[in-house]
């Protein structure tokens, strides 16, 4: 038996089922990231310890306190997409490995150092010794195993497709987990950051209320909504590299973007995430630090392809076409987000340069598009979540679409109420429109087959959201991302540019900005905290300076 040392390059089928959330293993990355990380597309080998992130104290320190700017009432560790529910579960659950995400670099959280290969689709992971959950049972390598069965086996699986080159992973023995592949991969430990772990006997229900985890911290109070909080302590059982480094760590979810500055400015919090480009300058006066970081947030209009006239392209590239981007950035976003030319930012590695149809503000060439497809005296909805940044959006679209001959009606909800009772019904055909929200698959990876996976692969977003899946487009798309990741260099780019091109003229999903996350800290009231290029905050080893 030897180390893990798989240099072979990762099968597409890894991927082709779709949903790739999780490509996890590339680098935070882009271009101008002040998280320092470098632009690569190449997953890190497994590090045993993150990356700048200092020392690791034990807890004593105090409290720290954060305003979150999002909301959710789901917090099953299992499938979940809810930026805060994710991050905040990032202090609480482990899988057998754990991205650092200032890096993106996979480091051993539950596993006792890196897989040992047993042959080049077999691998052994022991468990750390002693590790307990915070209601003081035992890990075992049942609860690995029934843990990765309930992930990949929940329905309509997000994380299933990116784990599918994964066969089986069965308990050896109490401490050992076998984990067998479909097919060779270097990228494992990272992969195996979205198996999180949890107790065999804790019901999805009662995970959901509040997770149970081994992580560093466990959860005292679990309000997510709008006014609530969420409240960490630390773990007693933890025994890991990782312990918590406060007595207390406490996220108050505030998504008026006011009032969440607010609590900055007086004091009330040390950190503050998503920080509008308006409110910058006051986020800044009383001696905060505001640091830009570009990961893949972007704020992205979705149709209904299944609801007419969404289901005819003219008109979805006709609403694409309609939209001021320069007015409504300057509104809503001035100085952290560019217009789209292409799926990927100018500044990503992999960028291919403008596609087919970058999107330009052309209203004639709009008005030409609903002609050619018969539509006229449309009248819609404009569902939104309740972000900040995309409710200031909102009100563009709707003057350019009114513009456009188009009456629609602005309608902003929570993103768990919006998908639930908008996108994800057991309807034949959903009951929305168009939705504007924002996303963030940046946080797990900028390798472009991963983002393009995350929204048009064969998951929720295909199956129920856009119900693009099986289309011709789709299909096509598939082919298209296959023949790239089985290509190298300039073809790999090439192959790269004509899945770009043909997501801009399909467009069932579209960015419609690519933005920068702003996050603002007191530096000389936390130590060790780097902000990152996505979604939720980062608290590895990081306690009150």
Excluded at 430 to 448: E, K, L, S, Y
Excluded at 480 to 505: N, P, T
């Amino acid at each position: 038996m030897h180390q893990f040392s798989s240099n072979k390059p990762l099968s597409r089928r890894v991927f082709v089922a779709g949903g790739a959330i999780a490509a996890a293993g590339a680098s935070l990355a882009l271009a101008g990231c002040s998280s320092g990380s470098p632009s690569s597309d190449t997953a890190p080998e497994s590090s045993t310890e993150p990356a700048d992130s200092g020392t690791a104290e034990s807890a004593g320190g105090g409290e720290l306190r954060a305003a979150m700017s999002y909301q959710t009432d789901n917090f099953l560790p299992l499938n979940n997409s809810s930026g805060l529910a994710q991050g905040a579960n990032w202090n609480v659950i482990e899988g057998l490995y754990m991205l650092d995400m200032s890096t993106m670099k996979p480091y051993p959280a539950l596993a006792d150092g890196e897989p040992v290969q047993i042959s080049d689709t077999e691998y052994e992971v022991k468990l750390r010794e002693g590790a307990k959950f915070s209601d003081g049972t035992a890990v075992t390598a049942s609860d690995v195993a029934e843990s990765y069965s309930r992930t990949v086996n929940a329905d309509g699986s997000l994380y299933a497709p990116m784990l599918a080159f994964i066969d089986s992973m069965e308990a050896k023995d109490d401490a050992t987990v076998t984990i067998k592949l479909n097919t060779p991969t270097s990228l494992l430990t990272t992969r195996l950051a979205l198996a999180l772990v949890v107790p065999t006997a804790a019901t999805d229900e009662e995970l959901t209320a509040k997770p149970v985890g081994s992580g560093p911290y466990m959860y005292d109070t679990l309000n997510g909504q709008d006014g609530g909080q969420l409240v960490f302590v630390p773990n007693p059982n933890y025994n890991g590299a990782h312990p918590a480094t406060c007595d207390k760590l406490t996220y108050d979810i505030i998504i008026d973007d006011t009032a969440r500055t607010t609590a900055l400015t007086d004091g009330t919090v040390q950190i503050m995430e998503n920080v509008p480009s308006n409110l910058i300058a006051q986020a800044s006066s009383t001696g905060a630090v505001t640091e830009n970081a570009m990961g893949f947030a972007v704020g992205f209009m979705m149709f209904n392809t299944k609801k007419k006239p969404f289901d005819d392209v003219r008109v979805r590239q006709a609403f694409l076409y309609a939209i001021d981007y320069d007015k409504m950035i300057m509104n809503a976003l001035p100085d952290v987000a560019t217009k789209p030319d292409s799926f990927l930012p100018a500044t990503h590695a992999s960028y291919t340069g403008p596609a087919t149809n970058d999107y330009a503000y052309d209203m004639d060439k709009a008005k030409q598009l609903l002609d050619e497809a018969g539509v006229s005296g449309l009248s819609i909805v404009i569902d939104t979540t309740d972000a900040g940044w995309i409710k200031a959006m909102a009100p563009q679209i709707q003057s350019n679409l009114k513009e456009l001959g188009i009456d629609a009606e602005i309608s902003s909800q929570a993103s768990s109420s919006l998908y639930a009772n908008r996108c994800d019904t057991d309807d034949d055909v959903q009951p929305f429109d168009i939705v504007v929200a924002p996303g963030d698959p940046g946080c797990f990876g900028t390798d472009p087959d991963l983002l393009m996976n995350w929204w048009y692969g064969d998951n929720s977003w295909t199956q129920k959201r856009s119900s693009w899946k099986d289309s011709e487009g789709y299909n096509k798309l598939h082919e298209l991302m296959d023949a790239a990741f089985a290509a190298e260099g300039e073809e790999q780019k090439a192959k790269w540019a004509e899945c770009f091109d043909l997501l801009s003229e399909e467009v069932p999903l579209y960015p419609l900005v690519h933005r920068q996350v702003v996050t603002a800290y007191y530096a000389d009231k936390v130590k060790n905290f780097i902000p990152i290029g996505s979604t939720g905050l980062r608290f590895l080893d990081v306690s009150p300076a």
